[in-house]
Structures are given as C-alpha cells and as structure tokens.
C-alpha cells in the first residue's frame, strides 16, 4: 500500500478520538507503570470489569516498587476473578525485572520493554508510543477487526501471513506526530464502533472509506481459520469438613490455576458415580453425598465439577500437601472463580 494514500486514515481518525475516547484513568498524561496496568489488565478482559481491578491494583501498588515487593499471594488475591492467572504472575515479575534490571523506572524502547515477562509486541508498541511517543503501531484485535473491514482484507487475522500484513499495515498508517493517541484511536474505535456484533457504522468517521461497509461484508470480517476446539475435564471435588472450616490444597504444576487454592480434587476421564469415587478413594474413605454441579468454561477447557462430601477414615494420613483451614484462612487466600463461587454458596 502507499504511504502517499494513508494519512487520510489518522487525519479522519484522531479528531473523532480526541472528542469521543472515553476518559479513562491510565490516559491523559500517560505514566507508564499505570499504563502497563491496563494493558495487562485488559488482555482478555473488558474494560468495564477491568477498571475497578486497575483502580485496586493502583490503590494497593502505587508504584512499580511498591508492586515488585509484594508476594505471589498478595498479587494472585488482587487478582483474584479476573482469570488467566499466569498475567497476575508475569506481572510480579516484570515488576521485579523493572527494578533490578531498569533501576524501578520503565524502559522506553519496544525493544528493553519487550525483555519484560509478559510483555509481547502488542504490549511494548502499546506502553514505547503512548507513554513516550516512539512510532510503534499497536496490533490487537480491536486493530485486527477495523483494518480487516476498513480496507477488505480476507487474510485470516490469525495467520502467519495475516499477523505480519496488518502489522505492516498499521505502521503505514501510523501518525509519527501522535503514535500513542493514533493507537489508541484506533483501539478505540473497534472498542466501541466498530464492535464484533451490533456494529455502529453511521458513528464511524472513517464508514466513507471502509470497503467491508460498502460491500455488506461487515460480519464477514475479519475472516480467521477457525476456533480451536474446547475439552471436557470433569473435576471431583473432595469437601472434607474440619470442626471450623475444610480442607485446602495449593495447585501447583503448569496447568490451569497455578497457585490457587482449591479443595482436593480427583480428576477424571468421565463423570464419576458415587461408587466409582469410592473406588478411587479407598477402604474406609466415606462418601456422604453428592454436592452440587458446576460447569466453568475457560477459552479452551469446559471444568465440570462436581462437590462430593466427603470423610476420610479416621486415623488416615492425609496428603501433607492438603492444609486444614478456618473461614479467615481460606478468605485469605486466592482461589479460581468456580471455587469462589461455591464457598459463597456454601456458606464458607
């Protein structure tokens, strides 16, 4: 594409922005610690639900030292509800990296910042342009969906040919005057116009150019080469009552949740009937009753759990990895959602 046929593109774009952006608390005069805040907030999340986390992460961690010298815990507890769990721990270490290795202040090129745990391309181009004006355009899929529609591209956006053209793409486009507000500006737009369902295009600033518009392919646009198909995991979770609370185990390992807490769990290849887990258990485990079911669905695993009621046999030696725990303990700690809701219900 030729430059010479760009600048249209930010000259019809920031205008809109700059009357229409939502006043969000990381914007105005950008700092970059508060900025990386939300970026990292925001993967997977909806701003909506990310704000009051942003706010508490702030009100908690006023500063990337404050931050660095948390614990695990603190952060997962913070976290806690927000899901992919692994952001809340890349974000302790990149904290610690800014300390040790960058003196507690933000580096301010793509490529120091991108040495960051967490910190992918998307997130380096995001904090070098908005916080310090370097001309690194921002591919997200807000960026994905307006440049797919706007200029008809039918590549899959999920492609390695695809990631490097709209990437190419939208540093031509970019505004080397305004990178940081040209990003956001188009973040913005398929934030909230240019949206993946209940499209606004009579909002739009740029609908006069956008060839998806003109053609009716709105919701043919941006084209992927599919979804990745999801799995069934059945999860049996053991209540073992305590004369003031329940039994706890930290999950540990490089599967889902890492470092939450949930009760003791026997996971299997189908759901398990009463007799079938007193099999898994063993002699003198006793199975009271079949609790409750709960389904939970991650982007790629659907958890069906089931809560069993359990007691185990009286002078048994208990996994040493399992830890009694009153109501203030198991508060104190980070659990997954599915296990936070069921306390709730259950009274603990």
Request: proline share 6%.
């Amino acid at each position: 594409m030729s430059t010479r046929n760009t600048r249209w593109f930010s000259q019809a774009l920031l205008p809109w922005y700059r009357e229409h952006g939502r006043a969000l608390p990381w914007r105005g005069k950008p700092d970059p610690y508060r900025v990386w805040l939300s970026e990292v907030i925001l993967q997977q999340t909806r701003v909506d639900q990310g704000l009051a986390y942003w706010q508490r992460f702030v009100d908690r961690f006023p500063g990337v030292q404050d931050l660095a010298a948390a614990t695990e815990g603190e952060v997962l507890k913070l976290w806690q509800g927000l899901g992919y769990y692994s952001r809340a721990r890349n974000l302790l270490v990149a904290a610690r990296q800014v300390v040790r290795d960058f003196r507690g202040t933000f580096p301010g090129t793509h490529a120091e910042l991108i040495t960051l745990k967490g910190v992918g391309d998307y997130t380096a181009s995001a904090i070098a342009s908005i916080c310090f004006g370097q001309p690194d355009a921002v591919v997200d899929g807000n960026v994905y969906r307006v440049l797919a529609r706007v200029f008809g591209i039918e590549i899959p956006v999920d492609s390695t040919e695809g990631r490097k053209r709209f990437k190419a793409l939208a540093q031509e486009l970019l505004d080397h005057d305004h990178p940081g507000d040209h990003n956001q500006a188009v973040m913005e737009l398929g934030a909230t116009v240019c949206t993946p369902k209940n499209v606004a295009c009579l909002l739009c600033p740029v609908q006069g150019r956008c060839i998806a518009f003109a053609s009716g392919r709105i919701d043919a646009l941006p084209v992927k080469k599919g979804v990745a198909k999801t799995r069934d995991r059945y999860f049996n979770y053991l209540h073992i009552r305590t004369s003031n609370g329940l039994y706890l185990r930290q999950r540990t390992g490089k599967d889902i949740w890492q470092g939450l807490w949930e009760p003791p769990l026997i996971e299997s290849g189908a759901p398990l009937t009463a007799k079938k887990l007193q099999e898994r258990l063993g002699p003198g485990w006793q199975v009271r009753s079949r609790g409750e079911e709960a389904k939970h669905v991650l982007s790629h695993q659907v958890i069906r759990a089931v809560f069993w009621d359990v007691t185990p046999p009286k002078r048994e030696k208990l996994d040493p990895g399992w830890k009694a725990m009153d109501a203030a303990a198991v508060r104190a700690v980070a659990v997954p959602r599915l296990i936070e809701q069921w306390l709730k219900r259950a009274g603990i």
